[in-house]
């Protein structure tokens, strides 16, 4: 590291994703000597502050990351593509937040709680996980290592922002269509490059980015492929759900685990959790106590609670998983990604 810090680029700096990196780096104070603010053609021009500072955004190109140490990456799947090896062919590491390249096999896909250890063998390029499966691989990884763990049952009760900026408008602007009397218009949810579009407010809608062909949604595969990845595990069960609600920010989920070990009470749960990092334990059913999205906004933790053994499989658990989407689902995780980096001295 020179004195200052490292050169910083954000691709998609002006995304709902960006917007929350620049505020994470900030309030962390990542050490930064420079930093380069990238979107597209459509938003270069446009200032933004970053710690009382102004800079100007600019069209991300290959040229654009001369000189960079650390890029940041959350400008969908397609711009990863093209630039991320352009960015590591210049020096840079990159951390993506895209789907690109999490299942590849030289990509490190990383929860700093989790697998931190798995950065030491990056070939330029790590992988952030979806956001859906980092909160969920952050509540279980504790109970794993001290009961192990054989299957995962999960449903989930996902946030517009997910879906960028243009899905959480249409979600307000629909909210204030139908309060008014009107057609609410659906151009964006559930997946903008798909034909048919739904109406979101006062509604759910069980898609969460394209079907597959065996049914499933690919955001429902991204949570069964990472979670076995992130794990190392190939053998452990999993199954998803997944559900899109009128709540902007802040995904919960239901899930419901077996764990291998015999005689597991609710309260050893709970007491590992108490203590696991990046965790709150928000259980307390006699007070009322359970995570929600509205009251996990703006918040780095995952939140769990309404934890409860299974009436009928003596190795079930449910769970109430909640945390924010744009944070530890993806600003935050990638930030801690680069705080790892610096600290096993790999950038
Ligand atoms: P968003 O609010 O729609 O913002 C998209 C950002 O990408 C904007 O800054 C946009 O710049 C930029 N961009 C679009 N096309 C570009 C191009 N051709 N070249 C350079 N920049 C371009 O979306 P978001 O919610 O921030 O999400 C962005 C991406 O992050 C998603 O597509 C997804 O891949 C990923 N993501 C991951 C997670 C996760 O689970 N970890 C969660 C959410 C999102 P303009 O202002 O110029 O349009
Ligand atoms: N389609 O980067 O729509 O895996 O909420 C994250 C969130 C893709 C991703 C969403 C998506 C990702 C969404």
Known sequence: MSLKGYHVAVVGATGAVGTQMLNTLADREFPISKLTLLSSK???????????????????????????????????????????????????????????????????????????????????????????????????????????????????????????????????????????????????????????????AYNAIPQIDKFQENGFTFEEMKMINETKKIMHDDSLQVAATCVRLPVVTGHSESVFIQVEKDDVSVEDVRQLLKDAPGVTLQDDPSKQLYPMPAYCVGKYDTFVGRIRKDLDNPRGFHLWVVSDNLLKGAALNSVQIAESLVKLNLV
């Open 42 to 200: 459509r938003s270069a021009g446009t200032k933004l502050t970053f710690k009382g500072q102004e800079y100007t955004v600019e069209e991300a190109t290959p040229e654009s990351f001369e000189g960079v140490q650390i890029a940041l990456f959350s400008a969908g799947g397609s711009v990863s593509k093209q630039l991320a090896k352009e960015a590591v062919k210049r020096g840079a590491i990159v951390i993506d937040n895209t789907s690109a390249f999490r299942m590849d096999k030289d990509v490190p896909l990383v929860v700093p709680e989790v697998n931190e250890e798995d950065l030491k063998g990056h070939n330029g390029i790590i992988a952030n996980p979806n956001c859906s499966t980092i909160q969920m691989v952050v509540a279980l990884q504790p109970i794993r290592q001290a009961f192990g763990l054989s299957k995962i049952i999960v449903s989930t009760y996902q946030a517009v922002s997910g879906a960028g900026a243009q899905a959480i408008e249409e979600l307000k602007q629909q909210s204030q269509d139908v309060l008014d009397g009107k057609e609410p218009q659906a151009s964006i949810l559930p997946v903008k490059s798909d034909e048919k579009h739904y109406q979101i």
